[in-house]
């Protein structure tokens, strides 16, 4: 079954570096989005990318973070100064087009130190 | 913002028993998700509802979407060991961005 993956599942870094998390959404799907999960809290919209351009970004979305499709498969989010408060779970999902189900990564684990 | 409001957030029951969790808002949705999370790990999609009063039954799980598509029910029959996690509905928004409640812990103790 066609499944969203995401690497590192796990990744520690100091305050100030950047970061940048990767995900392959399911192959055929052209709808992208990054969500965040603080530890205890409910998940949050980040960023929703579709052809190849950032569709929607919430408040959360500052200048510090920046998503790229870089080729076929991939799709990418980079913090460019980590803050403590970045600490969360970052999860990617696809759809196939806007109306059918969203499917999740099993997400990354950024802790910043 | 739409807002997602759900209950209770905290279920605690025996296995056998029913449990029903409810997630409301003020808003209309053109769809809601229903997704299970375990920790540490991503939401898994359970089902996704679409019409006004529409049911949906997932085994021994049963969906329901209000017929303003303002709120949704989940009800579990005869629940399982298996079934315990957290239970998160998410209404669909622009662009296909989910907009999440903060979801109900459920524990079924054997």
């Known amino acids: 079954e066609p499944e969203v993956t995401q690497t590192p599942s796990h990744q520690v870094t100091q305050m100030g570096q950047e970061v940048i998390l990767r995900c392959v959404p399911i192959?055929?799907?052209?709808?992208f989005y990054w969500y965040r999960q603080i530890l205890g809290q409910k998940v949050e919209f980040l960023v929703s990318?579709?052809?190849?351009?950032?569709?929607?970004k919430s408040e959360i979305f500052d200048d510090q973070f920046s998503v790229e499709r870089p080729d076929g498969s991939n799709f990418t989010l980079k913090i460019r100064s980590t803050k403590l408060e970045d600490s969360a779970m970052y999860f990617c999902?696809?759809?196939?087009?806007?109306?059918?189900?969203?499917?999740f990564g099993q997400g990354t684990r950024l802790t910043v130190v | 913002t739409q807002l997602l409001e759900q209950s209770p957030q905290f279920l605690s029951i025996q296995e056998g028993e029913n449990l029903t969790v409810y997630c409301n808002s003020s808003s209309v949705f053109s769809s809601l998700q229903w997704y299970r999370q375990e920790p540490g790990e991503g939401p898994v999609l359970l089902v996704t509802v679409v019409t006004g009063g529409e049911v949906k039954k997932l085994k021994r799980l049963t969906f329901q979407f209000g017929d303003a598509r303002k709120d949704s029910s989940l009800h579990i029959t005869a629940a399982q060991p298996g079934d315990t996690g957290l239970y998160l509905c998410?209404?669909?928004?622009?662009?296909?961005?989910?907009?999440f409640g903060a979801g109900t812990q459920v524990v079924v103790t054997p």
């Open positions: 990318f579709y052809n190849n351009e950032i569709s929607e």
């Open positions: 999902a696809s759809r196939n087009d806007r109306a059918t189900e969203a499917f």
């Open positions: 192959s055929n799907h052209l709808y």
């Open positions: 998410a209404g669909d928004g622009s662009w296909g961005k989910l907009q």
